[in-house]
């Protein structure tokens, strides 16, 4: 299971290596100037939200928790950087997704890989794409806000706020695999049970694209990169994945 989640993890390293090839550069752009738009701003939001928060609560305090105010900065912190760099995240990828469909595409033929058989137009598949971006955000919200109340209950707050973590490392893996998989027609959920069967090997990769998101300058590339790295994991370990059948009708 651990040589898995090191597997993963390295294919989100090695969409770096993809995403400045020659032949992929051009469709790297516009992706590449939405995260730097978003991340910026995303990121001052962070600290003054998380600054104002921590105030709030360090003056809610009765005089006798004063001592939690120590624990407030770590928790808060692993707390709202999973969420809100998710959310900064899905929405780079709302703007970027007909754009890094194509990246998925292209980058499928540069690794050997069947290009994508779509008859779908220009239009429709930008509705396709922000359509799919849309279904990933709500299953996320819908598994997400829940942890989000039970941090504020005493005594399993932290508990909820490292279940969010997972949950946002899940869905990265997810949401940057949705793109090659979605180029040959599977659905988001029928996707989710082929993914499922290699749950650590997604959670792997999901949780290094979240490492490298923390990392400043390079967050600038994650989305990019991440989609290479995506597509190269798929076409390599396609075969592990689709032992057995998935619900046609899902």
Do not use: H
Not at 97 to 108: E, I, T
Request: hydrophobic fraction near 60%.
């Amino acid at each position: 299971m651990a040589a898995a989640a090191v597997r993963g993890a390295r294919y989100a390293l090695a969409g770096f290596r993809l995403v400045f090839t020659p032949r992929l550069r051009k469709f790297v752009v516009i992706p590449l100037l939405v995260n730097i738009a978003l991340f910026v701003g995303g990121s001052i939001l962070l600290i003054n939200w998380i600054d104002q928060l921590s105030q709030a609560l360090v003056e809610w305090l009765p005089d006798w928790l004063d001592w939690l105010s120590y624990l407030l900065w770590p928790l808060l912190l692993l707390l709202f950087v999973g969420l809100v760099l998710f959310g900064f995240s899905a929405l780079a990828n709302l703007i970027g997704a007909p754009f890094n469909g194509v990246l998925a595409d292209r980058c499928a033929t540069l690794l050997g890989g069947a290009p994508s058989a779509t008859t779908r137009s220009p239009w429709a598949e930008v509705v396709t794409a922000l359509t799919g971006e849309l279904q990933k955000l709500a299953y996320y919200l819908i598994r997400a806000l829940p942890l989000v109340l039970l941090t504020l209950i005493p005594g399993i707050g932290l508990l909820a706020s490292f279940g969010l973590l997972l949950l946002t490392t899940w869905m990265l893996g997810l949401g940057y695999l949705d793109y090659p998989l979605g180029n040959y027609g599977l659905a988001f959920k029928q996707q989710r049970q082929l993914l499922a069967r290699r749950r650590m090997l997604v959670l792997g990769f999901g949780a290094m694209v979240f490492v490298l998101t923390l990392i400043p300058l390079i967050n600038f590339v994650v989305m990019p990169a991440a989609v290479c790295g995506a597509t190269q994991l798929w076409l390599s370990e396609q075969s592990e994945f689709v032992t057995g059948s998935i619900d046609p009708a899902a």
